[in-house]
């Protein structure tokens, strides 16, 4: 293996920016003169202070979330909120829909089950989530609490191409693998979540954007810790937050906005995913799992038909440099997760691969 670093595709865990690396590797031992790691810090001095205000200060400006929303850093992963999400909202009516268009959604549905009366807005299952329902397929109740849905599904290659209207029933939405990668009107949102480690840091801290004023109604038997009010009221700082995640997500902000903001993500996110796009359907062999109109910019899926074949062209890529392109057991065949921090250069190879294989097989 050397020193060289490899083209990442992992699902998640999945690549940083260099910079980033490099920026806090340089860091490690004594940030900016404190004497101390970031990791070593007192999450009450005012130099860890100063970083957590710097990144909610960068995150609000970057992905523009308007006054009236708050964003907090949490822990227990994307997954904490499917049952967050419920604990926190569904008092308001004792209803909820759910969109169900892959693994996640799936999950935080029968989770949400547990806590009051959910309806199943959509599915995707009749054609094992390879594609999005428009929104004229959306069953709504207008008396739902909220609407809940997963804007990129990481599993089965699909993403949300449209915000769904749900009148005046608040949007709750899973951004964990789409998140920072295109421009959204987060003001249509009650709730945004999401994962940190598919766009944003290391694993360890979720991002939460809230509408403060859905906060305050959390069912009697919600536990402290995960009480939206809880940590409205603590600015994230009830107890130890995750700080090194929320240093790193600071970086990850700064490399961001250095790549053109959301804006200039969202253009270059884009032509990495066409540009893999168009050499499968360009392809004899390969064909892709998402059917067209639903397909993700972030996790492109894709196979030859034969296991076999996969498998050869999986344990090829890894010989030529690229890891973790093995799909998900649930879809099979290949998965690219081709996240923020995936460099274009890394794509333009993983293409090149592709005609190679292509040709010889
Ligand atoms: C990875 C992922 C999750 C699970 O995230 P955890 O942080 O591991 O709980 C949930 N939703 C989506 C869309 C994901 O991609």
Same mark, same amino acid.
């Given at each position: 293996?050397?020193?060289?670093?490899?083209?990442?595709?992992?699902?998640?865990?999945?690549?940083?920016?260099?910079?980033?690396?490099?920026?806090?590797?340089?860091?490690?031992?004594?940030?900016?003169?404190?004497?101390?790691?970031?990791?070593?810090?007192?999450?009450?001095?005012?130099?860890?202070?100063?970083?957590?205000?710097?990144?909610?200060?960068?995150?609000?400006?970057?992905?523009?979330?308007?006054?009236?929303?708050? &964003?907090?850093?949490?822990?227990?992963?994307?997954?904490?909120?499917?049952?967050?999400?419920?604990?926190?909202?569904?008092?308001?009516?004792?209803?909820?829909?759910?969109?169900?268009?892959?693994?996640?959604?799936?999950?935080?549905?029968?989770?949400?089950?547990?806590?009051?009366?959910?309806?199943?807005?959509?599915?995707?299952?009749?054609?094992?989530?390879?594609?999005?329902?428009?929104?004229?397929?959306?069953?709504?109740?207008?008396?739902?609490?909220?609407?809940?849905?997963?804007?990129?599904?990481?599993?089965?290659?699909?993403?949300?191409?449209?915000?769904?209207?749900?009148?005046?029933?608040?949007?709750?939405?899973?951004?964990?693998?789409?998140?920072?990668?295109?421009?959204?009107?987060?003001?249509?949102?009650?709730?945004?979540?999401?994962?940190?480690?598919?766009?944003?840091?290391?694993?360890?801290?979720?991002?939460?954007?809230?509408?403060?004023?859905?906060?305050?109604?959390?069912?009697?038997?919600?536990?402290?810790?995960?009480?939206?009010?809880?940590? &409205?009221?603590?600015?994230?700082?009830?107890?130890?937050?995750?700080?090194?995640?929320?240093?790193?997500?600071?970086?990850?902000?700064?490399?961001?906005?250095?790549?053109?903001?959301?804006?200039?993500?969202?253009?270059?996110?884009?032509?990495?995913?066409?540009?893999?796009?168009?050499?499968?359907?360009?392809?004899?062999?390969?064909?892709?799992?998402?059917?067209?109109?639903?397909?993700?910019?972030?996790?492109?899926?894709?196979?030859?038909?034969?296991?076999?074949?996969?498998?050869?062209?999986?344990?090829?890529?890894?010989?030529?440099?690229?890891?973790?392109?093995?799909?998900?057991?649930?879809?099979?065949?290949?998965?690219?997760?081709?996240?923020?921090?995936?460099?274009?250069?890394?794509?333009?190879?993983?293409?090149?691969?592709?005609?190679?294989?292509?040709?010889?097989?």
């Amino acid at each position: 293996m050397g020193n060289a670093r490899v083209y990442n595709f992992s699902a998640g865990p999945s690549m940083l920016p260099l910079e980033v690396l490099e920026r806090a590797g340089a860091e490690i031992t004594n940030y900016q003169g404190s004497g101390m790691s970031v990791m070593e810090m007192s999450h009450r001095s005012k130099v860890f202070q100063k970083i957590f205000d710097d990144t909610q200060a960068k995150f609000r400006k970057l992905f523009r979330v308007p006054e009236g929303y708050k &964003i907090l850093f949490l822990q227990g992963g994307a997954s904490s909120q499917f049952s967050m999400v419920p604990l926190n909202l569904i008092g308001a009516t004792g209803k909820a829909d759910y969109a169900v268009t892959g693994n996640f959604s799936n999950i935080a549905f029968k989770e949400a089950k547990k806590y009051g009366e959910i309806s199943l807005a959509c599915s995707s299952e009749d054609q094992n989530h390879t594609y999005i329902p428009t929104q004229d397929q959306l069953k709504l109740s207008p008396d739902a609490s909220y609407f809940y849905y997963c804007a990129n599904n990481t599993i089965y290659g699909t993403e949300w191409q449209y915000v769904p209207e749900t009148g005046d029933v608040p949007l709750v939405c899973d951004m964990s693998s789409d998140i920072l990668s295109r421009p959204v009107d987060v003001s249509k949102y009650g709730i945004i979540f999401a994962g940190a480690q598919k766009n944003m840091a290391p694993a360890g801290l979720t991002v939460v954007i809230i509408k403060e004023s859905l906060a305050g109604r959390e069912l009697p038997y919600t536990p402290l810790m995960m009480n939206y009010k809880t940590m &409205i009221d603590k600015d994230s700082m009830y107890n130890t937050p995750p700080c090194w995640c929320i240093y790193i997500l600071g970086l990850v902000l700064d490399w961001l906005e250095s790549q053109g903001g959301v804006p200039g993500m969202e253009k270059i996110k884009h032509g990495k995913a066409q540009m893999l796009y168009d050499v499968i359907d360009d392809s004899r062999l390969f064909t892709c799992a998402a059917q067209p109109g639903s397909r993700s910019d972030m996790n492109v899926t894709f196979r030859t038909g034969s296991e076999e074949l996969d498998a050869k062209f999986v344990k090829e890529s890894i010989e030529a440099g690229f890891t973790n392109l093995k799909g998900h057991r649930l879809v099979g065949g290949m998965r690219a997760s081709i996240y923020n921090a995936m460099p274009v250069e890394g794509v333009e190879k993983l293409c090149e691969f592709i005609k190679k294989f292509d040709k010889e097989n």
